[in-house]
């Protein structure tokens, strides 16, 4: 909490950021109360431009495009949580014990996650998404991206093992007959929680921007509603052909918003872990 209030004290981007994500929440929080199921369809008049009665219009097989929108940034945030989780534990827990053991493990761990690094992600998932047309299902691609985005991040906090292995607690925890995965848990964890928290919000962004991409090019799950498919299904419908932006302009809106915003918080993460701007705060604080 400490660090939040910190961030919202002396970064604006951190606060716009943070500002832009509640919005996006709220419409994540608005979905559980829509009158629609998200598969409803003929509820509403079709092609009924914003309105005050449809705040986001309506589409050509009578959905309201406010709560299709509620349903769509939900699905995609639940898809690129699951996609953060996976990686980051992934991540993490390579990192940490390869940095901490060093020798042969350390040495096999990085020359895999260096062969990661190497292979294009982005060609890569849309193959696999392509072979599995049809059958990726919106958790299933979120197991995917988080099986594809851990490499980075491992190599990360490996870099911040080494030093904190040398520091005096580690052998401390050593003569107290303390195990690895304690002394990593317990020990080197804590320190790791504030660039574990940069290191989220850019999983969010990574994970949103892959769901976009393969949903526009019809090889996500298009029978849930992502921010992705909406505008998949916006283009198929010729929304833009038959002077229907709105249907378009929601999602896509959206969908920059959200990453606007996790990048803003991203920024001003960043710019809290400088050590530069750690001290100059330090000294407005003192």
Do not use: C
Not at 81 to 99: F, P
């Amino acid at each position: 909490m400490v660090v939040i209030r910190d961030l919202l004290r002396f970064s604006p981007s951190f606060r716009v950021g943070a500002l832009i994500l509640v919005v996006v929440l709220a419409l994540v929080v608005l979905s559980f109360f829509s009158p629609y199921a998200p598969d409803d369809r003929r509820v509403v008049p079709r092609n009924q431009p914003p309105s005050q009665e449809y705040l986001l219009g309506t589409t050509s097989t009578g959905q309201d495009v406010f709560w299709m929108l509620t349903y769509a940034v939900r699905n995609t945030l639940i898809i690129a949580s699951i996609a953060v989780l996976i990686g980051r534990s992934i991540g993490v827990l390579l990192g940490m014990i390869s940095g901490y053991l060093g020798g042969t493990f350390d040495r096999t761990i990085s020359s895999v996650v260096d062969t990661f690094i190497v292979i294009p992600r982005l060609p890569l998932v849309i193959l696999i998404a392509a072979i599995l047309r049809g059958q990726l299902s919106f958790i299933g691609l979120g197991l995917l991206l988080g099986l594809l985005d851990w490499a980075y991040p491992s190599k990360r906090y490996r870099s911040q093992i080494l030093s904190l292995r040398e520091r005096e607690f580690t052998y401390t925890g050593i003569y107290a007959g303390m195990g690895t995965f304690k002394i990593v848990t317990r020990e080197h964890l804590p320190f790791l929680i504030p660039f574990l928290m940069a290191d989220v919000v850019s999983g969010f962004l990574f994970a949103i921007g892959f769901e976009v991409t393969l949903a526009v090019l019809g090889l996500g799950d298009l029978n849930t509603q992502t921010v992705g498919t909406m505008i998949y299904w916006g283009n198929y419908y010729q929304a833009l052909l038959t002077n229907r932006t709105w249907v378009l302009i929601a999602p896509i809106a959206a969908s920059v918003l959200t990453v606007v915003g996790f990048y803003l918080v991203s920024l001003g993460l960043g710019n809290y872990l400088d050590p530069r701007t750690r001290l100059l705060r330090l000294q407005v604080q003192g």
